[in-house]
């Protein structure tokens, strides 16, 4: 497993550059502040969802340099003996604050922030980027996909398709969190405990002499679960009537039947009514084949009769936008006791960042308990509060918006303090309902897949004043 190897090494090499540029300049102890976050909700949706945070952890609470990595170093004969003595003798003393997995999240978040040594802080923005923005991205693209089904099961059927076998194992964990019911990829249930399912291959039909001879050996090795596969030669003409034919013989339990190809819409209204017909209508119907969020609310439109559906290579891949663009920048440093707030200025206004140490407030109402908007304040600011609070619109800072009758709760939790684990990981079962239940006090306008209602993310006032005041100092 991935997670048993040492990746200290996993990392851009200017990252190692920088670290002994620190060294060298004698700035390896100054303390910095580094956020991570991001600039666009993919696939132009309403919400994000936080995943990776355990892989994270996992990391950093084994991150060191081994001789082989020292002896690497070496031999690349950039860096003194001195700054190879000091990794060997490396221990992370940083303090990390983060969102737990499975929160909805939104651009400019500081999702993740990290508070130590220069050269701690700063090596390890490779892997942080690495393991949230590809599982937060997997993550939404599975709760758009799930959201889609409206409440039939999401099996993850996208193993084969991943781009590594990494991206397999995360993939099918991230996929989880964001509501998959389980997944194809087995060593993720092993490793994880996302349930493991599937049915049968065409190969395994083709075994046979016949559908029947193929199912019914099946149905004879899975008496009491029998999921099979009738799309090899004909749906309707062969695969069905056989699976019937089966199923009438031995009876068991669970049965259902899976179509891999064709007209969805089509065959399964057909199906349906083959198996109604039989008195069989316990027998579940289930459908994979390149299908995504659009395509599965097309179907369910069309009124196909679908139980359940596996779904690959789009959701594993994240195909519709393969990016998630998480980024990780400084926005602080701490000279003679005291903090001083960094900003990054550029003629993209996108790419201005927040300074300062923040965290993330999200307002609720007091009655009906919906998510009304995020805050982004300082860390010191006490949370918001009073009869009334004014947030501009994120789309037009002209506007104003009061909201009124919440209540406030931080959004990020302490996870390591001065490079110790100060954090209980949740189950996995535990994030994922986490996920469901985060995700029930959003509205639904912004869940829509086109044009959702923009959530509101508003800095408080002391963290704009402060932003704009940067910006003219460095004007």
């Keep these: 497993m991935i997670e048993k190897l040492n990746l200290t090494m996993l990392t851009d090499f200017y990252e190692i550059t920088m670290a002994n540029g620190y060294y060298e300049a004698d700035m390896k102890d100054h303390v910095a502040y580094f956020d991570m976050f991001f600039r666009k909700i993919p696939d132009d949706g309403g919400y994000a969802i936080m995943a990776g945070l355990e892989q994270v952890i996992k990391y950093l609470d084994k991150l060191e340099f081994t001789d082989e990595d020292i002896e690497y170093l070496r031999s690349k004969k950039f860096f003194s003996e001195d700054f190879l003595k000091y990794l060997k003798e490396f221990r992370f003393t940083c303090d990390v604050w983060a969102v737990p997995e499975g929160t909805p999240i939104f651009p400019y978040e500081p999702i993740i922030t990290v508070r130590g040594p220069v050269m701690q802080a700063q090596f390890i923005e490779t892997m942080i980027l690495l393991l949230v923005n590809h599982q937060s991205l997997i993550a939404t693209k599975a709760s758009r996909i799930v959201r889609a089904a409206q409440g039939r099961p999401i099996m993850e059927f996208g193993t084969r398709r991943s781009h590594s076998t990494t991206a397999a194992i995360y993939g099918a964990r991230a996929s989880y969190i964001g509501g998959c019911a389980g997944t194809a990829c087995t060593i ?86 083959m198996l109604d017909d039989a008195g069989l209508q316990d027998c579940k119907i289930v459908i994979s084949n390149s299908l995504d969020e659009y395509i599965i609310r097309e179907v369910l439109l069309e009124g196909a009769r679908i139980d359940s559906f596996g779904v690959g290579e789009r959701l594993i891949t994240a195909k519709s936008e393969p990016v998630f663009g998480g980024v990780y920048k400084l926005s602080a440093l701490e000279m003679d006791g005291k903090m001083i707030p960094k900003i990054k200025i550029s003629e993209n206004v996108e790419k201005i960042t927040n300074p300062g140490f923040k965290t993330i407030w999200r307002l609720f109402d007091k009655d009906t308990h919906r998510a009304l908007c995020d805050i982004i304040a300082l860390d010191d600011e006490p949370a918001p509060s009073g009869e009334a609070f004014e947030i501009f619109d994120p789309n037009a800072v002209w506007k104003r918006k009061t909201i009124t009758n919440f209540y406030a709760k931080n959004l990020r939790e302490q996870i390591f303090k001065g490079g110790v684990k100060c954090y209980e990981n949740p189950s996995i079962h535990e994030i994922k309902q986490y996920c469901k239940e985060q995700l029930d006090l959003m509205w639904d306008e912004m869940k829509r897949f086109e044009n959702p209602q923009t959530y509101y993310v508003d800095l408080s006032q002391k963290l704009w004043q402060l932003k704009q005041d940067m910006i003219e100092g460095n004007k």
């Design 188 to 273: 993720a249930d092993k490793e994880f405990g996302t349930p493991a399912l599937g049915t049968m291959a065409h190969s395994w039909v083709q075994m046979f002499p016949n559908e029947y001879e193929a199912f019914k050996a099946y149905t004879k090795a899975y008496p009491t679960n029998a999921t099979l596969l009738v799309d090899t030669y004909n749906v309707l003409k062969s695969g069905v009537p056989a699976a019937i034919k089966v199923f009438k013989e031995l009876d068991p339990p669970k049965k259902g039947i899976r179509i891999d190809s064709g007209d969805i819409a089509y065959l399964t209204k057909k199906a349906r009514k």
